[in-house]
């Protein structure tokens, strides 16, 4: 798969979390990820949709692991 395939699954999971689907974006998020692991963003994203879920130790995990790969980005704070 290639990064174009990532950022698709991106909009997928950001179209769940609008609508609600919180548990449903967490996949698409989860499948990005898998695609590309550097992306800050698929993280940052995932992280909303745990803490939604009220997840919060993953989604600090993810919010965690966005810092690392991207430190100077406020959102992932």
Same mark, same amino acid.
């Given at each position: 798969m290639s990064s174009q395939d990532a950022l698709k699954l991106k909009d997928l999971g950001n179209q +769940? #979390?609008? +609508?609600g689907k919180f548990e449903e974006a967490v996949s698409f998020f989860t499948? +990005?990820?898998e695609i590309?692991?550097?992306d800050? /963003? #698929? #993280?940052?994203?995932?992280?909303?949709?745990?803490?939604? &879920?009220? $997840?919060y130790e993953e989604a600090l995990e993810d919010a965690t692991?966005? /810092? +690392? &790969? $991207?430190?100077d980005w406020a959102k992932g704070y």
């Amino acid at each position: 798969m290639s990064s174009q395939d990532a950022l698709k699954l991106k909009d997928l999971g950001n179209q +769940a #979390f609008q +609508a609600g689907k919180f548990e449903e974006a967490v996949s698409f998020f989860t499948q +990005a990820i898998e695609i590309n692991p550097q992306d800050h /963003v #698929f #993280f940052s994203n995932r992280s909303g949709s745990y803490s939604s &879920l009220q $997840k919060y130790e993953e989604a600090l995990e993810d919010a965690t692991m966005c /810092v +690392a &790969l $991207k430190p100077d980005w406020a959102k992932g704070y």
